[in-house]
């Protein structure tokens, strides 16, 4: 499926929103959150600019998913990171031991469904952390209720990253067409949503 | 008046006007670099116009000189002088009249400036288009010295000398130019070996094309970095940076581990964005 010119206009936007993000929206905070929400929204970025120059085809790569999975596992690190301080240690061994499975289950070839299974777990724990931990914080005042548009964000994430691992793992939800017709959409929301939401915090 | 729009359109291709745009954005990014925040505005446009004339002059000149390459490459037979829309005599005229304005003008404005437009103009025209580029591939390395000229220009031009950041800068530039081009001879070699020009592909092998990508990615982006921070950019520019030249570096060893004609033209592409990209947070992060 051919990339349409709207398309590479949205996730344009969605990059500038990034790259904006990038340099002004981590200005100020410790080095960890400030690291990995660089590495977060640069995935994003370098994703998005990929897309505009070779089209959907891009996703067709055996790295996308280690890739997509980079991006929730690093936002929802800098969220534990600056607002559940007791959590540091644990969820960081979660990240690394995430991610490094993920990457691992991906290079061996293994034909049972441990790939899948792993992808899921990590996916979900990342993306339900970026979706809960804003709201809570939000709806028990220990934050401006803007900043609950970063769980927002989470959720939507979370659907695409489901949609596109479902599909990558040959058991899409809804057709690749659809995927694709509203993946650039919701790109630029999710960006979006963690832009203004941070900037509310 | 609708004669001279369509001379103008006819000959605007003469101009290669991309790539005239990203070395002219190079000029400027390099005057902001010194000159910020204090904008002179009269300098920022004669700096413009002298580059314009002086970088569109050279690519005409190089594009006269080469029309009998341009009429066998299926890329560019379609070029106006390749395919008779322009004539020869007329294509030389012009890049005559806009190199020596472009430089002439560069000269009045300060010498130093002019020097160094007129060195870029010459390492172009003479050293790698009528002397080396039918001759060894290594004609790019003199390319690329003539791209980094811009660059070096513009900073100097807002300094009154040329100083180490403006080397580095020069120095990415050069080793950005063979990302960008070897990239695009391994895309269109049959054009180029039907043409009889020796490029890398040719001469040293794909393989040993994609490493050197590769390696002159690592050096770009970290002569960039470099020049970023000491110019003393803010830091969130310098984080930009850092992703835009992380990025050129993960297709740059993909070209090398998991070479795709996809990944080539994505590289070819994202090099050409990544040099716009860094020019303009080179200009921004200065301010």
Known sequence: ?201 | MNAAFAKVRLYWPLTKSLQTGLLLSTGLAGYMSARCPVLHWTDLLGLALSLFMAIAGSTILNMWYDRDIDSVMNRTHHRPLADGRVLPNEALRLGLVLSILGVGMAGLMDSLYGLIVLAGLFFDVVVYTLWLKRRTCWSIVWGGISGGMPILAGRAFGLGYVDGVGLLLTLAVLFWIPTHILTFSMRYQDDYTAAGIPTFPSTYGLAATRATIAVSSVVAALCISAAGILIGMQWGFVRLLAVLSAGLLLLGVASVFRPTERVNFGLFKYASMYMLGAMLLISLGAL
């Not at chain 1, 089209?55 to 998913?65: R, T, W």
């Not at chain 1, 469904?113 to 970026?130: C, D, S």
């Not at chain 1, 993946?183 to 832009?195: I, Y």
């Open chain 1, 1 to 201: 499926m051919r990339i349409a010119i709207l398309d590479r206009i949205l996730l344009l936007v969605m990059c500038l929103a990034a790259g904006y993000q990038i340099i002004t929206g981590v200005e100020g905070l410790a080095p960890v959150p400030m690291i990995v929400y660089t590495v977060g929204f640069g995935v994003l970025l370098v994703a998005g600019l990929l897309l505009i120059i070779l089209g959907f085809e891009a996703l067709d790569s055996p790295v996308v998913i280690v890739v997509s999975t980079v991006i929730p596992l690093s936002l929802s690190l800098g969220l534990v990171w600056e607002h559940c301080s007791a959590c540091r240690t644990p969820y960081l061994v979660f990240v690394i031991v995430g991610f490094l499975t993920v990457l691992a289950t991906r290079l061996l070839p293994l034909r049972n469904r441990l790939p899948v299974l792993v992808l899921a777990v990590v996916h979900g724990i990342a993306g339900l952390t970026i979706f809960v931990l804003p709201v809570l914080l939000s709806a028990t005042g220990r934050a401006r209720p803007g900043f609950g548009l970063v769980g927002v964000g989470g959720a939507l994430i979370g659907v695409g990253g489901l949609l596109l691992a479902l599909l990558k793992a040959g058991k899409p939800l809804v057709s690749r067409a659809i995927i694709l017709k509203i993946l650039p959409g919701l790109l630029l929301l999710m960006t979006a949503a963690f832009v203004a939401g941070f900037a509310l915090e």
